[in-house]
T-cell receptor, first 111, second 116 residues
Framework: GDSVTQMEGPVTLSEEAFLTINCTYT??????LFWYVQYPGEGLQLLLK?????DKGSNKGFEATYRKETTSFHLEKGSVQVSDSAVYFCALSGNAGKSTFGDGTTLTVKP | DTEVTQTPKHLVMGMTNKKSLKCEQHMGHRAMYWYKQKAKKPPELMFV???????INESVPSRFSPECPNSSLLNLHLHALQPEDSALYLC???????????????FGSGTRLTVV
């Protein structure tokens, strides 16, 4: 079946540091790929998406590129802020009409 | 309107109570979902409604009963829950009612349920 593997957390960075959160997937066919963010006490928010190989999703300074050859969708941001502290989930959607989520990575940014 | 609204935000119920969670969206999305999320875990799919019909039930116990009265509303009826059912219950909607999802989900803020 489909699966998503995220780098283990938690991740702690200083403000303005570079962020990478690794995500790899296993799926049949060509899934859509997503990053969601969850702030404390809230639901998940769609951060960015990519629906085919070599697509780059971007939003709020975050980027991720759909790499079919390495089955990866790593999340990056050049300069993190304290307000980026949250839990980040990588997810895929295959043909079964439902999404598969990674375990989540908790990011803490310190001033 | 680009939101999914869930009520109530918090709910405490006894094991013999009957309660309902409500979810509403006005984005014209034809797929709606119930997820359960435990602390520090990813959301777990419970039910999927596509065009107001139940299309996926992830083997959820019958003490959870979903209902989709129309294309904008989704309810989750709760009866005889157990303490281990305490969790954040998330509703979501999507523009992709079937097959692969190209748009992602819009989630509500959730209902924090505590079963005592």
């Amino acid at each position: 079946g489909d699966s998503v593997t995220q780098m283990e957390g938690p991740v702690t960075l200083s403000e303005e540091a570079f962020l990478t959160i690794n995500c790899t997937y296993t799926a049949t066919g060509y899934p859509s790929l997503f990053w969601y963010v969850q702030y404390p006490g809230e639901g998940l928010q769609l951060l960015l998406k990519a629906t085919k190989a070599d697509d780059k999703g971007s939003n709020k300074g975050f980027e991720a590129t759909y790499r079919k050859e390495t089955t990866s969708f790593h999340l990056e941001k050049g300069s993190v802020q304290v307000s980026d502290s949250a839990v980040y989930f990588c997810a895929l959607s295959g043909n079964a009409g439902k999404s598969t989520f990674g375990d989540g990575t908790t990011l803490t940014v310190k001033p | 309107d680009t939101e999914v609204t869930q009520t109530p935000k918090h709910l405490v119920m006894g094991m013999t109570n009957k309660k309902s969670l409500k979810c509403e969206q006005h984005m014209g999305h034809r797929a709606m979902y119930w997820y359960k999320q435990k602390a520090k875990k990813p959301p777990e799919l419970m039910f999927v409604y596509s065009y107001e019909k139940l299309s996926i039930n992830e083997s959820v116990p019958s003490r959870f009963s979903p209902e989709c009265p129309n294309s904008s509303l989704l309810n989750l009826h709760l009866h005889a829950l157990q303490p281990e059912d305490s969790a954040l219950y998330l509703c979501a909607s999507s523009q992709s009612p079937e097959g692969r999802n190209y748009y992602g989900y819009t989630f509500g803020s959730g209902t924090r349920l505590t079963v005592v």
